[in-house]
Nanobody, 126 residues
Framework: QVQLVESGGGLVQAGDSLRLSCTAS????????MAWFRQASGKEREFVVV????????YSADSVKGRFTISRDNTKNTVYLQMNSLKPEDTAVYYC???????????????????WGQGTQVTVSS
C-alpha cells in the first residue's frame, strides 16, 4: 500500500519561508515523478511544482516561479518543497502526489497522479 505523509506546514508571515516534506512508502520512490498541488478554501486544486523521477527536470507554476523549489532525496524516499517569499495568496492546503506512470518526467494534471498525501495547511498572514 502506497502512503504519502506530508509535514512542515504552519502559520507564517508574508515574506517568510517554509519547507514542506513528503515521505513515501509502498512504492519504489525513485522511479516516479512527484508533484505538489495546493487547494485554497473555496477553490479548485491547482498544480504547484513537479520533479521528474531522475530529479533532472523540474517545472513550476508561474505563480510560484522563482520562489518555490522542489527537490528529492531518493535515499530518504522524500520530496521537499522549499517556499520562500511567501505571500498571503499562497495560503492553502498543500498536497504531494506521485505520478501513476513510472520513468516519466511528470505532468501538471492532477488526474495523472494516483496517490496523494493527506495535505498540510500553510497559512500566510499579511
Amino acid at each position: 500500500q502506497v502512503q504519502l505523509v506530508e509535514s512542515g506546514g504552519g502559520l507564517v508571515q508574508a515574506g517568510d519561508s517554509l519547507r514542506l516534506s513528503c515521505t513515501a512508502s509502498g512504492r519504489t520512490f525513485r522511479n516516479y515523478a512527484m508533484a505538489w498541488f495546493r487547494q485554497a478554501s473555496g477553490k479548485e486544486r491547482e498544480f504547484v511544482v513537479v520533479i521528474s523521477w531522475t530529479g533532472a527536470i523540474k517545472y513550476s507554476a508561474d505563480s510560484v516561479k522563482g520562489r518555490f523549489t522542489i527537490s528529492r532525496d531518493n535515499t530518504k524516499n522524500t520530496v521537499y518543497l522549499q517556499m520562500n517569499s511567501l505571500k498571503p495568496e499562497d495560503t492553502a492546503v498543500y498536497y504531494c502526489a506521485t505520478l501513476a506512470t513510472a520513468y516519466n518526467s511528470g505532468t501538471t494534471n492532477s488526474r495523472d497522479y494516483d496517490y496523494w498525501g493527506q495535505g498540510t495547511q500553510v497559512t500566510v498572514s499579511s
